[in-house]
């Protein structure tokens, strides 16, 4: 079945002229994986989502879709903490503990400060 993910990389690929094989070819990646990362068969890369952004010159409101695309397709999220300093680790853990405790309140401002939005 195809992922939300899905939907907007084929929209993606339908707007500008383009087959499976096309992006496929400029993701670096065979049609199949990029087939199955469609359908919720295989997660994408993480690499994917500034290579995307990139390739396709995508506004504002198309990132904001394709970031809304990949957290509902996404069950899990692995980070590569092999250069990160103890105080980016100590903070991922923490981060990853509390996750399922936040308010609303709390999830907004730490989305502010991600995104570099001032406090309201």
């Keep these: 079945m195809i992922t939300s993910l899905g939907k907007f990389l084929r929209k993606l690929r339908i707007d500008h002229g383009e ?6 070819d400029k993701l670096g990646v065979t049609v199949s994986f990029l087939s199955a990362v469609e359908n919720g068969k295989k997660r994408m890369p993480s690499d994917w989502n500034e290579q995307i952004c990139t390739l396709y010159n995508l506004s504002n409101q198309q ?8 957290a509902e397709t996404t069950k899990a999220i692995e980070m590569d903490l092999v250069s990160a300093s103890m105080e980016q680790r100590e903070l991922a853990v923490s981060f990853a503990r509390s996750f399922s405790k936040l308010d609303d309140a709390q999830m907004e401002e730490i989305r502010n400060i ?7």
């Design 63 to 70: 990132k904001e879709d394709f970031t809304a695309a990949i």
């Design 114 to 120: 991600l995104l570099g939005r001032k406090p309201k």
């Design 19 to 24: 087959i499976l094989k096309h992006m496929a």
